[in-house]
């Protein structure tokens, strides 16, 4: 089963911040937490990921809580191109298999 | 940036017969690559593990006599779906880690339909 819980949906004007948010209460402290996202009829894309401290890149933001319990993907400015389903994953990386779990249905209404 | 590739995008083929699916990594060596299913609406389902030179870890229900599983180098893993039925059509995508601390890669995808 997966081990992080999300929102099933979340609407967000377009231009506007959008704050995607992740409970992982049974993390660990060698799991990576990783937010990938996906596409009508694409695979998985990349997002972003970290350990423990927040992270920054072209994409987005993540901002991990200090118990590491929870997190947040922020998306700076919404775009339509932004709609899509958001994974939040925990992972050792490399050979360690990821489970994804539901993830966030984001809508962007221009 | 590490690329995986994905060939063929999408394929349709009779029921009955097997079906080869290829991920190959293009820019970096993965010992292991990952196979998920995704039906309609659905999330990613982990099939198996592809381990470089030794035999894929199916989770379970995965029947490993239908989806065969071959890793044979450190840039190509392969999915054959064998004697494929209606029920087979699905999405299969895979994916493989450039290493610790990195993220992973996906391909685009393979959408499979057996008529």
């Known amino acids: 089963d997966a081990k992080t819980t999300q929102p099933n949906s979340m609407e967000s004007n377009e231009e506007e911040p959008v704050h995607l948010p992740c409970n992982h209460s049974?993390?660990?402290?060698?799991?990576?937490i990783h937010w990938y996202r996906q596409l009508p009829s694409q695979g998985p894309e990349y997002v972003i990921h970290?350990?423990?401290s927040n992270v920054n890149n072209r994409m987005a933001s993540l901002a991990i809580a200090e118990d590491r319990k929870s997190s947040t993907l922020i998306l700076h400015r919404a775009t339509l191109r932004d709609a899509a389903v958001y994974y939040c994953i925990l992972s050792l990386g490399r050979d360690d298999k990821i489970i994804f779990g539901k993830g966030t249905r984001l809508h962007i209404l221009p | 940036g590490a690329v995986v590739s994905q060939h063929p995008s999408w394929v349709i083929c009779k029921s009955g017969t097997s079906v080869k699916i290829e991920c190959r990594s293009l820019?970096?060596?993965?010992?292991?690559m990952f196979w998920y299913r995704q039906f309609p609406k659905q999330s990613l389902m982990l099939m198996a593990t592809s381990n470089e030179g030794s035999k894929a870890t199916y989770e379970q229900g995965v029947e490993k006599d239908k989806f065969l599983i071959n890793h044979a180098s450190l840039t190509l893993s392969t999915l054959t779906v064998t004697s494929a039925h209606p029920e087979d059509s699905s999405f299969y995508i895979c994916?493989?880690?450039?290493?610790?601390?990195?993220?992973?890669?996906f391909g685009s995808g393979t959408r499979l339909t057996v008529v």
């Open positions: 049974t993390i660990s402290g060698t799991d990576y």
């Open positions: 970290g350990l423990t």
């Open positions: 820019d970096f060596q993965a010992t292991t």
């Open positions: 994916s493989a880690a450039r290493g610790e601390g990195y993220g992973y890669t």
